[in-house]
């Protein structure tokens, strides 16, 4: 212990220099402005005042092997300063809570907790993205002078990037991942956690691939009117007058736009602390880095890491000899190799080849320690296991909830179960940076029995979309209305495979209705009504049949059927329900141009026109030359004709059924979001019923409140948010 | 039915008692023109001829496209006049004296056979009907409870009506039926149910076991001999067909004669082991150039249509939208016309109309016309890839040939060589003792055998000669074929298309100048 203290005070000195020239830095500089206001946005918490004293032992005190350890990494410490001078001190041996060194690699604690979420980096990633609050370096350019255990960080739910990092790599290394902390540099965006600039990755769109235009591709090259020569040089001699003009002014745009994102003066000094996974354990295919504080995977090539100075894990020390001038895109992650990668304990199969930019002064030391070394084995971590609840698990924001905001873009995160309607996550896109205008807002709910889990808010077009998975009672899979009014124009999507007609998409107006099929086996794929205006003088009778909207007519749209020939497989048919005319277009052989059709017409109260032939009293038929013989016979279109008249009647009903559909779904829906209702795992622990039990209690409440406040709309800020869905439907 | 004779008449079917059973079937409201054409003898499709005492089926052939013919309850004896009645699918002979199943070969299609209630002793002569789904034979006269098993051959039936025959009232009648018949869902109005046929073919095992393994191996026999024709139509198609082993080589020796005996000469029987080894690897490449050629050849082809087919389709979308978009217009031009003819507005209407029209025909045509010249131009590329394909081709297997023809060659020269050396031992009266007594006979003469020799070389020349003819006017007809099949085709869409539009035009010229006006009431 005294070896220990007196090693203290020898190092003292040179950090309160650092941090001395630093603060004087920052003065410089006027950045506290900008420290201020990060710190203002969060209650400061007071590290000094946690309780110690329940802590085990060996959080205390240093082993025989940790004191040994800790020499050994001070001998290192030395050789490395002489050898490397004008580098900055390694981070070796902080402080932990007990005031007490300990050696970085033993805070490191593998532990594979009994989530399986947490059996994956992503999973282990942003729960403790989420977990934890993020606490700003106090100085933002040298490591901190402690590192705490990942124990007490849990505990408190906050630390600095190095707790999170520590924290995360523990967790990895537990789940099997060849997983390192970090210490190094980035960006002022990364190291504060601001991602203001980024893009949100729910609205990252996947990279469009682009829609080759096959260049053989057919198309008919109509000759193009004839164009005067002088004419064209006239308007390309204009355009070139125009073009200079023109591209000064995107050049000037283009200079704004890069000066636009304020240069950083700490650019490349800031130190940040982040993960590593090496490729090869875990199927990992390529060697990437994980920020700790949004749990986003990066690639090592990322422009937003400056540099390296040191990688740890439980196992041993690393520091890179790789020069960093160009970021971390160049470097080697070989960590056998030796040029690359300064290893602090050999391990002891290898022949550790010297590294031969060591003068000759040190061979002796570097021998010296190389037989220590490979006696050696990392002692075992002092921190103890660590532990997450259940319900911490699964409640994981330390406020509740978890904001980010992004470009243009604000999202908000809730647990399972936090928000009555069973909202988990909401995304707000914005027109402008400053957020202020509304574009879009998305919501995603998690374990609601309506089986709902996303709904878009567009407030452009001021439609809104639900999203529904697979089972619910009505078979819908989306729905997106302006209200659920009858006939304001609805458009709803089905998981076809289980309706028996095969209707996968249907969409209502006032004045028509569309409805789309897919595999069914007459072919059918689009089937299209045109509503008239309801009589009004029918209200009169009141009865819901006479209220219908009266169908005009019914469309259908048939796939080729391969079976048939082409002149007697209908492509097209069209009731004309008021005029009595049924009118059949056929489909066309590859070669031909020009379809067949058939219309039937009623004669009463209209006259025979050119071409039509009587087929019975009342009914005329007119079929083209080219017609197919069938459609020549008489005989055939006579039963044909009173097919279709049976199955006009047929349709009639369909789409009055289809209207009824309607109705219901929305009354269906109606209901669902006026009690919202949210599913329980069977395999949910008491605590959870705890929970629910309280939200049921919250949720009656809330419903005699809101009763209670339907005139004043105003109320408190949490409760609002609570109600949000549930007001939005009402009102 | 014996009162019937006694009281009237039996009938042949003739003109009048058809022209009443079609008009039977006329709906009463149909109109005048359309009943006209329905009575049309060549369009009827269902006819009913019941209790007509009718006799002897004849003048049933004009109905050319007849699909239902019901000749129930008379007293029909043969069958007989319906072999041209190729359309049938539903046939009713029931209650008829029909003795013997006949004439029925050509009715391929028919579906629904009824000969309910006749004198049939046997079940023959249906092997042809592979269609049918419903026989009914109930109230007949078989008695030879095996003649059942003759019905296997029916893949399609399904329903059976045996009811009313004599072997009905054998023990395990039922049973034995379905045993045999495993295809069968209703048996004598009844459903057959799964544990009736469990418990059927358990019971005739012992029969159907090896009804079954026979047929199992005429099929397995019939699989391979379609295998084998498949094949050789494959390599008949590469124009390399008896190229993948000896058979070429086996044919030039076929029918030798006097020269076969020469093989037993000494040092013969290697040189031609040699030239036998040689000449079927030639071969051997002449086929699998073959085979490759014709993967080739089929690419080229396929990739022509593919890209005609492409064409068109362009071709069919845009002037699906030049006539839908014209359409339009033209429906609600005539709607108000047929409202109101007359008048100067109607006049102007109708003069934009044929206006349209006109631009119509112009749009029409000349998207024809563009479509044809790409289509030449295609058509020209394609048969310039043909020529290519097919000369080298032709070049290739004359080359393969010509080795052959060197190999025959160098045989000849060898043979002759040991003849001559034969010869000269005779000369010289040094022959071995133990030379073959016919051959000696053959040596007698030195002109005869040495004619043999060259004639049996010349017959093999011209044999390799034709094989290689064969295999080039294949080549060249295939060429041709396929270019002239392309080229008419092109043609004759290009005819048929223009005829179309003068067509579509004379039409909507028609309909537009016929708009009369309304009577006002």
């Known amino acids: ?213 096959d260049p053989n591709k057919y198309k008919i090259k109509y000759p193009s009117e004839p164009k005067s020569q002088f004419e064209l040089q006239q308007k390309a001699k204009e355009e070139e007058e125009a073009k200079p003009t023109q591209e000064e002014e995107k050049e000037e745009e283009v200079v704004e736009e890069v000066e636009k994102p304020k240069r950083d003066s700490l650019h490349g000094l800031r130190v940040h602390a982040w993960v590593l996974v090496l490729s090869g354990k875990r199927k990992v295919p390529e060697t990437f880095f994980i920020n700790p504080f949004t749990g986003n995977s990066h690639s090592t090539k990322d422009e937003c890491f400056l540099g390296i100075e040191s990688i740890w894990n439980d196992k041993n020390y690393w520091v890179n000899m790789q020069d960093c001038r160009n970021g971390c895109k160049d470097l080697s992650f070989d960590l056998s190799n030796h040029f690359c990668w300064e290893i602090m304990f050999p391990e002891s199969n290898e022949d550790s080849q010297l590294p031969t930019e060591s003068p000759k002064d040190s061979t002796d030391d570097m021998q010296e320690k190389k037989k220590i070394s490979s006696s050696f084995e990392m002692p075992l971590s002092w921190v103890e296991r660590i532990k997450v609840s259940s319900q911490e698990y699964e409640n994981p924001f330390p406020r509740g909830k978890k904001v980010i905001l992004y470009d243009k873009a604000k999202q908000e995160k809730w647990a399972a179960y936090a928000n009555t309607d069973g909202m988990v996550e909401r995304l707000t896109v914005y027109a402008d940076s400053d957020r202020t205008e509304e574009l879009e807002v998305k919501e995603w709910f998690e374990h609601r029995k309506d089986l709902l889990y996303m709904r878009e808010v567009n407030h452009q077009t001021q439609l809104i979309t639900d999203h529904f998975n697979p089972g619910h009672p009505l078979l819908l899979k989306a729905h997106t209305y302006t209200s659920l009014e009858p006939e304001t124009g609805h458009t709803v999507e089905f998981y076809h495979k289980a309706r028996v007609d095969g209707l996968w998409k249907r969409s209502e107006t006032a004045t028509e209705m569309t409805e789309y099929f897919e595999e069914r086996e007459d072919l059918l794929h689009k089937r299209h009504i045109k509503f008239g205006e309801r009589e009004q003088g029918m209200e009169m009778a009141g009865t819901a049949e006479a209220n219908a909207r009266p169908i005009v007519q019914i469309r259908e749209y048939f796939h080729r059927n391969p079976k048939k020939p082409a002149d007697e497989d209908v492509e097209e048919r069209v009731f004309k329900v008021i005029d009595d005319v049924i009118q059949l277009t056929y489909h066309l052989e590859i070669y031909d141009i020009i379809p067949s059709k058939v219309v039937f017409a009623r004669v009463i109260g209209r006259e025979k026109r050119e071409g039509e032939v009587f087929l019975s009293r009342e009914n005329t038929v007119k079929y083209q030359p080219w017609s197919s013989e069938k459609h020549k016979n008489m005989r055939y279109l006579y039963n044909l004709l009173w097919e279709l008249r049976a199955e006009q009647k047929d349709l009639k009903q369909l789409v009055r059924d289809s ?73 | 039915m014996t009162q019937f004779f006694n009281n009237i008449e039996p009938n042949v079917i003739d003109d009048e008692i058809l022209q009443k059973a079609i008009e039977e079937k006329c709906p009463e409201d149909l109109g005048d023109i359309a009943r006209k054409e329905s009575i049309n003898i060549k369009v009827v499709t269902e006819i009913q001829i019941s209790f007509k005492n009718i006799l002897q089926i004849a003048n049933l052939w004009p109905l050319e496209n007849l699909t239902k013919l019901q000749l129930d309850n008379n007293v029909i004896e043969k069958i007989e006049g319906l072999e041209s009645l190729v359309h049938l699918v539903w046939l009713d002979l029931s209650f008829n004296n029909i003795e013997v199943i006949e004439g029925l070969d050509t009715l391929v299609k028919l579906q629904d056979l009824s000969l309910y209630s006749n004198r049939i002793s046997t079940i023959e002569h249906m092997d042809t009907l592979q269609e049918l789904q419903i026989f009914s034979i109930g109230n007949n006269n078989l008695t030879m409870l095996e003649n059942v098993i003759y019905l296997r051959r029916l893949k399609s039936l399904q329903t059976l009506n045996l009811s009313g025959n004599p072997f009905c009232s054998e023990e395990h009648y039922r049973l034995f039926v379905v045993a045999h018949l495993p295809s069968l869902v209703y048996l004598d109005f009844k459903l057959v149910r799964k544990s009736t046929a469990k418990a059927a073919a358990l019971k005739y095992q012992h029969l159907t076991k090896p009804l079954e393994e026979e047929e199992a191996q005429v099929l397995a026999l019939q699989e391979e001999e379609d295998a084998k024709q498949k094949e050789l139509e494959q390599q008949q198609a590469a124009f390399v067909e008896y190229l993948n082993g000896p058979f070429l080589f086996d044919s030039l020796h076929e029918e030798e004669g006097e020269a076969a005996k020469l093989v037993s000469l000494p040092g013969v029987e290697e040189l031609l082991q040699a030239y036998k080894e040689e000449f079927v690897s030639v071969c051997e490449s002449l086929y699998n150039y073959g085979l490759e050629e014709y993967e080739k050849r089929e690419a080229e082809v396929s990739k022509f249509y593919k890209r005609l087919h ?172 396929v270019r002239e099949k392309a080229f008419q085709r092109e043609s004759d869409r290009n005819r048929t298309c223009i005829e179309k539009i003068i067509c579509f035009m004379d039409t909507l010229q028609k309909e537009l100048d016929s708009t009369v006006v309304k009577p006002k009431e």
Not at chain 1, 669 to 698: H, P
Request: net charge negative; charged share 30%; glycine share 2%.
């Open chain 1, 659 to 731: 209207e009824a559909e309607m109705l219901n779904i929305l009354a269906v829906r109606e209901n669902e979001e006026a009690n919202i209702k949210l599913a329980v795992s069977i395999y949910s622990t008491a605590q959870r019923d705890q929970r629910i039990a309280s939200i049921l209690e919250a949720e009656e409440r809330s419903s005699q409140n809101s009763s209670e406040k339907k005139s004043q709309q105003t109320g408190e800020e949490d409760e609002s948010v609570t109600q949000h869905t549930a007001t939005n439907s009402t009102t």
């Open chain 1, 1 to 213: 212990m005294e070896a220990l203290e007196e090693k203290e005070e020898v190092e003292q000195p040179p950090e309160d220099v650092i941090s001395l020239r630093i603060s004087d830095f920052l003065d410089e500089l006027e950045l506290d402005a900008e420290q201020a206001s990060v710190r203002s946005n969060e209650t400061e918490f007071d590290w000094s005042s946690i309780d110690t004293s329940n802590l085990p032992s060996s959080y205390k005190t240093n082993s025989r092997q940790e004191k040994k350890l800790l020499q050994l990494a001070d001998h290192f410490l030395q050789q490395y300063s002489h050898l490397c001078p004008d580098r900055k001190p390694l981070f070796i041996h902080p402080l932990n809570e007990c005031g007490v060194q300990k050696f970085v690699s033993t805070t490191v604690r593998p532990t594979l907790l009994p989530y399986p979420d947490m059996y994956y980096w992503s999973g282990c990633a942003s729960f403790v993205s989420n977990y934890l609050i993020m606490e700003p370096l106090k100085c933002p350019i040298t490591p901190p002078s402690s590192l705490y255990s990942p124990t007490t960080i849990v505990k408190y739910q906050r630390g600095n990037c190095f707790d999170f990092s520590v924290l995360l790599c523990s967790l990895l290394v537990g789940a099997g991942y060849d997983a390192y902390c970090v210490h190094g540099y980035a960006t002022l965006e990364m190291c504060s956690m601001d991602q203001t600039q980024e893009v949100c990755p729910r609205l990252k769109k996947p990279p469009e691939e682009p829609v080759e235009e």
């Open chain 2, 310 to 481: 492409e064409i068109l389709a362009v071709n069919q979308e845009e002037s699906k939208r030049i006539i839908s978009d014209f359409e339009t217009r033209n429906e609600t031009r005539l709607d108000e016309l047929y409202q109101d003819g007359s008048g100067e507005i109607a006049d102007s209407k109708r003069a934009q109309g044929k206006e349209e029209i006109q631009q119509l025909w112009h749009a029409l045509m000349l998207l024809e016309t563009l479509v044809s010249n790409d289509l030449e131009e295609l058509l020209q590329d394609f048969k310039r890839s043909l020529d290519v394909i097919a000369s080298t081709f032709t070049e290739n297997i004359q080359g393969m040939f010509n080795q052959c023809r060197d190999l025959e060659n160098q045989h000849f020269e060898n043979v002759m060589e040991i003849v001559q050396a034969i010869l000269k031992k005779i000369a010289l009266f040094e022959l071995e003792e133990d030379f073959p007594e016919d051959l000696r006979a053959l040596f007698e003469d030195k002109i005869t055998v040495v004619n043999i020799t060259s004639v049996s070389h010349s017959i093999r020349l011209r044999k390799i000669d034709k094989r290689e003819s064969d295999m080039l006017s294949n080549t060249y007809q295939w060429q041709k074929s």
